[in-house]
């Protein structure tokens, strides 16, 4: 008897499924998620009784192993020239794993995943199922560093593909993306959940089976209209995700899962005409080259995953014209920045009602670390007053609700780059204790309250 086909509904974002079609998933909370998909389903008895035996078979020959009777094969990681992306890998990659990279379309994944492989002199089997083979070599003509190694398949037939994978044996295999591939055996479009988790697993299996590493390239978007990336993000082994604001040039690769290393690494690039470079300097980078006295713009002293970054901030404030005035934020969370407001409105007396306010964050990064509070009150009050701060003076502090100036992590660290630079002082919050000022030549400042920031600099 033929196999029975039924109709499901199946959420894109967390793959959670429904025999009705629902507004809102329960699971994840998203809205307007859920979509129809063909399920193909062993029903009849023999069928049944198939799939009972096989699986019964295959725990025959499978059993479970002590620990230390485990032999471990060659884990050896594959260490790329890109320092940036082991960096995030946490030191290389490992063979056999399935490593997903998500973004946004546009932000450079084929850039940088054409890149790794054109630079690695290693075989690569580099497929995709986005652009034609012309668009791929004008690409790598762009990047430059042609490697005779990498071979290229336009394809998005997950059985051919493997098939090309079992004959080719490559060393390193790159998808891109996941979105395009599909299974013979699944009846529903590309880019749906069935189809997306049914390729992934063949992924998986793979991987695990040859040895071969591969990358998978997936696209997230905004709407969810492609499976969603939590989908994924089960099956995979690592998860990195590739960030930044189109309009500027810095990209950050982020460690969102990683089987084999910490998730608290990244990866900065910068995408110039021909390709993606690394930065293994990133304070040098993002703050200004001016030596003039700016008024609004000041520096933090941020770390982001585990390394320190010196980061510009500025600020406009400026008398709002047209009826409501307008908050507008690059790089920082806008709530944020209302509550910062509120905070020197109601504890120090400033006003900023009448008042546009503009901050942005140099280089177009998003920045979540709490210790730049102090930076963007400093370039707050400095251009409200007219005032510029001294460009050799940098901060780190999170503000409170009652407008103490709070103690952040690693404050020594922050220091230590700040002092590395030739900054000449650092703010920092009086309750960050064990600072000892022998160790620089850095002068740190501690203070507890906004009006001891407001005295020490515009006073
Ligand atoms: P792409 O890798 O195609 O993005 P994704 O695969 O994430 O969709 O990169 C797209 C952008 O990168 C494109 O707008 C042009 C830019 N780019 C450069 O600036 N320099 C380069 O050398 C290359 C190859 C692309
Ligand atoms: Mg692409």
Request: hydrophobic share 35%; with cysteine; aromatic share 6%.
């Amino acid at each position: 008897m033929a196999a029975k086909l039924k109709k499901i509904f199946v959420c894109t974002n967390c793959g959670t499924t429904s025999p009705k079609w629902e507004g809102k998933c329960n699971s994840c909370d998203s809205w307007n998620t859920f979509q129809e998909e063909t399920l193909v389903k062993a029903t009849t008895q023999e069928e049944k009784k198939k799939v009972w035996q096989e699986s019964s078979a295959k725990d025959k020959v499978k059993r479970p192993i002590a620990l230390p009777d485990i032999v471990t094969g060659k884990t050896e990681r594959l260490v790329c020239p890109d320092a940036e992306f082991n960096r995030v890998l946490g030191g290389g990659i490992v063979p056999g794993s399935l490593i997903l990279i998500g973004g946004q379309p546009g932000i450079g994944k084929s850039t940088l995943m054409l890149q790794l492989a054109l630079q690695t002199p290693i075989k690569i089997l580099y497929v995709s199922g986005e652009e034609s083979e012309e668009q791929i070599k004008m690409r790598s003509d762009r990047i430059g560093a042609p490697s005779s190694e990498c071979l290229i398949f336009t394809e998005t037939n997950i059985t051919k593909i493997l098939t090309q994978g079992q004959q080719l044996m490559p060393d390193l295999m790159v998808i891109d993306s996941i979105q395009t591939l599909s299974s013979p055996h699944i009846d529903s479009a590309p880019g749906s959940v069935s189809q997306v988790r049914e390729c992934a697993g063949e992924l998986q299996r793979f991987a695990k089976e040859t040895k071969i590493p591969t990358i998978v390239i997936g696209h997230i978007t905004k709407e969810g209209s492609l499976a969603g990336p939590k989908l994924l993000e089960h099956i995979v082994d690592t998860v990195l995700q590739f960030e930044g604001d189109r309009n500027y040039s810095y990209r950050i690769l982020r460690t969102i899962k990683n089987r084999f290393g910490s998730t608290d690494e990244l990866g900065i690039y910068e995408m110039q005409a021909n390709g993606l470079r690394e930065v293994s300097n990133p304070s040098e980078l993002l703050l200004s080259q001016t030596d003039e006295l700016l008024s609004g713009s000041t520096v933090s002293a941020t770390i982001e995953g585990i390394r320190p970054m010196l980061i510009e901030t500025q600020a406009l404030v400026s008398t709002a014209v047209y009826g409501n005035p307008q908050r507008t934020a690059t790089g920082f969370d806008l709530r944020r920045l209302s509550m910062l407001l509120a905070v020197l409105e109601k504890r120090c007396g400033f006003q900023f009602g009448q008042n546009d306010v503009f901050l942005n964050i140099a280089g177009g990064i998003k920045v979540d670390d709490p210790a730049i509070d102090l930076a963007i009150i400093a370039a707050l009050i400095s251009s409200l007053e007219d005032v510029g701060v001294n460009n050799n003076i940098c901060f780190a502090g999170e503000i409170g609700l009652s407008g103490e100036i709070r103690a952040v992590n690693r404050v020594e660290q922050r220091i230590q780059e700040a002092d590395r630079l030739g900054f000449e002082q650092i703010f920092i919050s009086k309750y960050n204790t064990k600072v000892d000022q022998a160790r620089f030549d850095i002068e740190i400042i501690m203070i507890g309250k906004v009006e001891e920031l407001y005295s020490r600099l515009f006073e």
